[in-house]
């Protein structure tokens, strides 16, 4: 069965720093995603992205945040300055079309200190 | 505001018993649900959806009901195996594929 691969699955760095966490989404998906889950709380969305560029981003992605697709395999996400509460599990997401039923990576575990 | 969220917390079954979660939407006007299954150290995986025209839909020993009265989304699990043990999340699809989650519910599969 196809996945979400995501690199690497723990990352960590001292505030301040960038980061750049990687997925390689399902092959013929088109949609991609960036969600993020801080330790014991609900996931949250924080982007999508469709035909090279953002349709839709939450109030969390702001401009520390940017998302990339620098090839025809790989979806980036990259905090440029990390701070304290970035810490989460960070997971991607694609999906074929509309309609929510997309699949999801095992995340990236993200620890700033 | 929108929310979407769970009733409890953690539910302790019995293996082979049937599970309920349970899980409450405050915008009537969502059209669209998802049951997703979070295993330890691992992203959502998708169960189940419902469409709003919809009150019930059935898979592979799992049943999501749709009350759109009260606004209630419930996901039954026939037979609980071990491998249930996981935390099961809500979702309302918020248009353009954005996602809204609830908290989550613990099931806790007793063998």
């Known amino acids: 069965e196809p996945e979400v691969t995501q690199t690497p699955s723990h990352q960590v760095t001292q505030m301040g720093q960038e980061v750049i966490l990687r997925c390689v989404p399902i092959?013929?998906?088109?949609?991609f995603y960036w969600y993020r889950q801080i330790l014991g709380q609900k996931v949250e969305f924080l982007v999508s992205?469709?035909?090279?560029?953002?349709?839709?981003k939450s109030e969390i992605f702001d401009d520390q945040f940017s998302v990339e697709r620098p090839d025809g395999s790989n979806f980036t996400l990259k905090i440029r300055s990390t701070k304290l509460e970035d810490s989460a599990m960070y997971f991607c997401?694609?999906?074929?079309?509309?309609?929510?039923?997309?699949?999801f990576g095992s995340g990236t575990r993200l620890t700033v200190v | 505001g929108e929310s979407v969220g769970l009733h409890l917390p953690t539910l302790s079954v019995q293996e082979g018993d049937n599970s309920i979660i349970n899980c409450a939407y405050s915008?009537?006007?969502?059209?669209?649900f998802i049951w997703y299954k979070q295993e330890s150290g691992k992203g959502p995986q998708f169960i189940i959806d419902?469409?709003?025209?919809?009150d019930k839909r059935q898979g592979q020993r799992v049943t999501v009901l749709l009350n759109k009265t009260v606004k209630h989304l419930s996901l039954q699990i026939a037979a609980t195996q071990p491998g249930d043990s996981a935390v099961y999340f809500c979702?309302?699809?918020?248009?353009?594929?954005?996602?809204?989650f609830g908290k989550g519910n613990q099931v806790v599969v007793i063998p």
């Open positions: 992205f469709y035909n090279n560029e953002i349709s839709e």
């Open positions: 997401a694609s999906g074929p079309g509309t309609g929510g039923v997309y699949t």
């Open positions: 092959s013929n998906h088109l949609y």
């Open positions: 979702a309302e699809n918020k248009g353009n594929n954005r996602l809204a």
């Open positions: 419902i469409r709003s025209n919809m």
């Open positions: 915008n009537s006007a969502s059209d669209y």
